[in-house]
């Protein structure tokens, strides 16, 4: 029985003020203490708590408590004991309900297909590693339309052009006018990652080694894809960053001198920008590198107030979110010290990913380092490779505006 599970049934029972109290003076503890305290799976009270056991077993209620698990944990589990059963489904549920149970997840991977030498993990892994990769990722983390595309390709329509309304004097025909309509297609782009875990690791079931292995896999898959999605050009293997959607218009070179007044006034092109575009401003949000955050959270007025640095503290800037990445580059232009600044309505930034995260490791494959190859059977080591599939697409590129040349430092 999970702790939800026992939770709900205990303070169905005991969830009236005066029975708390009575349970609180006779055991030391209330029953939601207890609850609390195992969320974290710590007891602080080991007595109390052995007594609320107790109470429990005199209820006829049998089982044990489930701390919660950090988001990411069972798809690192998942991949571990894939990786230790050379990507075998029904080995991998069978290590995985012995060393953690029969849970979603080992039902998830007994419930996998094989297909082209490769694993399909099913949605429930997928979904937990996006979900994690969130707050990871500055272009995820500002809340762009995310959509399923399980086919691999996605026409979204748009509407390209309204129709126009006309004055006309008396007796006259009404113009005829209509709208026009367009689309966006998103096409899968495949990204890849290799990592070379130590076996000895793979064999461990603490919760160090799974966060680990979680790490690794979030780190490979989220750091790429948040380059892609701000500054890939869009080539046929690549999605196009949100800086090549941007319109020549919104692509604003910044004042070259340095000061207060300056760096507002370029803030404000870029909101104009979209203002001049029409956009619905839904949910505008800005990015940009750590130095210019640094930059503007520090600069200060004439009367040596911090200029933004309180309302930054607070997560926005002129009330809109933002979010920084070492992605956006601090070495551009000719002087190679330029970075970039952006400012865009999310609500127009869609991301079409496949919904199946896909999982291979071999024990005796080779693998390049960069400079050497690397032989995982004599290292005594496993070699995952998950790919993803995904792309992104604006649904107005009006959308998005990019201050060039930013020397704010």
Not at 189 to 200: C, G, I, P, Q, T
Request: charged content about 20%; some cysteine.
């Amino acid at each position: 029985m999970t702790k939800t599970e026992l939770e709900q049934m205990i303070l169905g029972i005991f969830q009236g003020p005066v029975v708390q109290d009575m349970l609180k003076q006779t055991i030391g503890v209330s029953l939601r203490d207890v609850l609390a305290s195992r969320e974290t799976g710590q007891i602080t009270q080991p007595s109390p708590a052995a007594n609320v056991e107790f109470l429990l077993r005199s209820l006829g209620m049998t089982g044990s408590f489930e701390p919660a698990q950090p988001k990411g944990t069972l798809a690192a589990r998942m991949v571990k004991v894939l990786a230790a059963t050379k990507c075998d489904p029904t080995r991998a549920a069978a290590l995985y309900k012995r060393q953690w149970g029969d849970d979603i997840a080992c039902k998830a991977l007994a419930a996998t297909d094989t297909a082209a030498g490769g694993v399909l993990i099913p949605e429930v892994m997928a979904t937990e590693i996006i979900e994690l990769l969130r707050p990871m990722s500055a272009v995820r983390r500002l809340n762009p339309v995310m959509v399923p595309m399980n086919q691999g390709n996605m026409h979204i329509p748009k509407m390209a052009g309204g129709a126009a309304a006309s004055y006309i004097g008396e007796n006259a025909n009404i113009p005829r006018t209509q709208p026009d309509f367009g689309e966006v297609i998103a096409q899968a782009k495949k990204l890849a990652a290799l990592v070379a875990m130590s076996n000895d690791l793979l064999r461990r079931t603490d919760a160090g080694s799974e966060t680990m292995v979680r790490d690794d896999l979030v780190a490979a898959i989220g750091q790429r894809s948040d380059l892609a999605f701000i500054r890939d050009l869009g080539t046929a293997a690549t999605p196009k960053g949100l800086r090549y959607w941007a319109p020549t218009a919104n692509v604003i070179a910044a004042n070259g001198t340095v000061n207060l007044a300056n760096v507002t006034t370029d803030l404000g092109k870029l909101m104009l920008a979209l203002l001049n575009g029409n956009v619905r401003m839904l949910r505008p949000g800005w990015l940009f590198a750590p130095r210019t955050y640094v930059y503007l959270t520090t600069v200060r007025d004439a009367n040596g107030n911090y200029a933004f640095r309180a309302e930054m503290l607070a997560g926005t800037l002129w009330g809109f979110p933002y979010a920084m990445t070492t992605q956006i580059p601090t070495n551009l232009g000719a002087g190679t010290n330029e970075s970039e600044v952006y400012f865009v309505d999310f609500a127009d930034v869609v991301i079409a990913e496949a919904t199946t995260l896909m999982i291979d490791s071999s024990s005796e494959a080779a693998y390049h380092d960069g400079s050497t190859v690397i032989a995982a059977f004599s290292m005594d080591q496993t070699v995952v490779r998950s790919i993803i599939e995904h792309d992104l697409v604006m649904r107005h590129a009006e959308s998005v505006a990019v201050l060039t040349a930013v020397t704010w430092q």
